[in-house]
């Protein structure tokens, strides 16, 4: 997962403009680097409250490149996030994300208290549970913070 960080800055290193500024919090490369990181381990760790990785990334990158090469910026971000996504979600679930987390379920009990059981890798939910991703739901879901009660 890592490595994917480093092939998407890799990917983009040769456009990125020059510092203007030779800035204490470190190069506009670096900061580059760094966004590219901490959207990978979202993704890794975080994903089903990652709403648009592609965009989001872009968002915060876009402003280190020229706009000629705004297009291409996006398409690589694009392709490789998304790769990064299908990739995870084809993962056997071992109950814990990528950073040693345990994985639960998504799902709070009528009790009020966060389901406990390993959710399926698809959606985030565990088999008793796999009722809430269907239709409108995922979307409230996804939209609530984490720790939001919904109903079981
Ligand atoms: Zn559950």
Redesign the pocket.
Known sequence: MYQLSRSIYRELAPEILEDHVAAAAGSNHERVLRACESAVYRLATDRYYFAKPSKTLFREIRIYFPMSAQDRVFRVVDRYMTFARQWLEAQPSHGYDLAGNRLE?R?TTRKGTP?Q?V?LPLNG??P??QHLADGELVERVVAAPPGTQVAA
């Open positions: 379920c799902a389901c059981r959710p939910y565990c008793s549970h």
